[in-house]
């Protein structure tokens, strides 16, 4: 006797139909559930569905606070770095997974640090920020990279600066080109 | 009874303990810094942001340099280590025997005309210059002064520009009159312009 034999040998032709209904729909759901690997990966995919869920937040539920942002001087053509305090002031882990500007169509999020002597620089995918949790971005660490700026950034100018995050959120802000503690 | 040779060679044996300690003493408080690198080996043609023709290290004898290595696609670090130059110049009181120097490791793309903007960007004075050459040259030059460089990543933009950036050693040197390294710090530090003041300070006064 097979398997499948001993699975139904108890069970009446009526019902077979309604278990094997069950047992393909506990499958696929399984399935589902398995490839579902988007959790901790905030891709553009997630991106696409922070847009979508922004669309049905509220604003005063945003938990991540931009405190002293500035940008650093340059000539149009040329690089520069936007850089300020991420405070999670939340009870929820978040991830800020891309960043856009007027001042350039293309940024990067870096990374800074001393490796064997060299520094080094990367670009980040994102970075993780969880409850309660304050990131700084600043010179020699963290910062935001403004790629060839379209115009000169002159001190006291300002820029937008968005931040998109795995959540959904999106803050907008307008930063000041000119290291303010400077 | 004669007791005046006894009596002159503790005093004798004092003065000379005194004297002994006193060259220590004053040879310890002397900034007596050793050589890292004699520059006077080789000679480096070079090319300010101006297009100036530089010839190192003959055209800085008799002053003090004080070096930073940089690039200017470099966001973060270059403009900390180019504001350590400017901080350290400030605090010296603008010294007209001391030049500072910014010496680019990628001539490729820094051209004179790129460092001249680099130099408006920041607003530096006379004193201050940013060196280049031909890539050969300056590659010379940076192994000469151990400054070590690797291309970190090379990306195309979203907007389809394609980019790259450089790993680099992170370090300001002083060279002395003579044209020999003498100290090196990391560059890059808020706290290095101060130790560099410092140090200059007793060396020029």
């Not at chain 1, 800020?96 to 350039?104: G, P």
């Not at chain 1, 100018?157 to 968005?162: G, N, P």
């Not at chain 2, 009596?7 to 004798?12: C, E, R, V």
Request: aromatic letters at 8%.
């Amino acid at each position: 006797m097979n398997n499948q034999s001993l699975l139904f040998s108890s069970a009446s032709t009526r019902t077979k139909p309604l278990i094997l209904l069950l047992l393909f729909v506990c499958i696929s759901l399984g399935l589902m559930l398995g490839c579902n690997n988007e959790v901790d990966r905030p891709d553009s995919a997630l991106e696409e569905q922070g847009r979508l869920t922004s669309l049905s937040m509220a604003k005063s539920e945003w938990n991540i606070a931009i405190e002293d942002a500035w940008a650093r001087p340059t000539k149009a053509g040329m690089m520069s770095a936007a850089y300020f305090t991420m405070h999670n002031v939340g009870s929820v882990a978040d991830s800020l997974v891309q960043v856009s500007s007027n001042a350039s169509k293309d940024l990067q999020i870096h990374l800074s640090y001393m490796n064997d002597g060299i520094m080094v620089m990367e670009e980040q995918p994102f970075v993780a920020i969880q409850a309660s949790e304050q990131i700084p971005f600043q010179p020699g660490g963290y910062h935001i990279m403004i790629i060839q700026p379209i115009k000169d950034m002159e001190e006291g100018d300002k820029i937008s600066l968005s931040l998109y995050f795995k959540s959904g959120m999106i803050i907008e802000e307008t930063i000041q080109v000119g290291n303010p503690t400077i | 009874m004669n007791t005046k040779p006894t009596l002159a060679k503790p005093p004798s044996f004092v003065l000379t303990f005194i004297f002994l300690s006193f060259l220590l003493i004053q040879s310890a408080c002397m900034n007596d810094y050793k050589v890292i690198d004699d520059m006077n080996d080789a000679s480096f043609e070079l090319v300010n942001q101006d297009s100036v023709r530089v010839i190192f290290p003959e055209d800085f004898r008799g002053q003090y340099v004080v070096m930073g290595f940089v690039y200017t696609n470099c966001p973060d670090i270059c403009p900390l280590i180019t504001q350590n130059l400017i901080k350290i110049q400030k605090d010296l009181g603008y010294p007209s025997n001391v030049q500072f120097l910014g010496v680019s490791f990628d001539p490729l793309r820094d051209t004179p005309e790129v460092l001249h903007r680099y130099k408006e960007v920041f607003k530096v004075d006379e004193n201050v210059n940013f060196l280049t050459g031909e890539p050969k040259m300056v590659q010379s030059f940076m192994d000469s002064v151990r400054v070590r460089t690797q291309e970190s990543m090379r990306t195309t933009t979203d907007s389809g520009k394609e980019i790259y950036f450089l790993n680099h050693s992170d370090k300001i040197m002083v060279m002395n009159p003579k044209g020999e390294i003498i100290i090196e710090y990391g560059a890059s530090m808020p706290s290095i312009p101060s130790l560099i003041v410092q140090d200059l300070q007793s060396l020029i006064q």
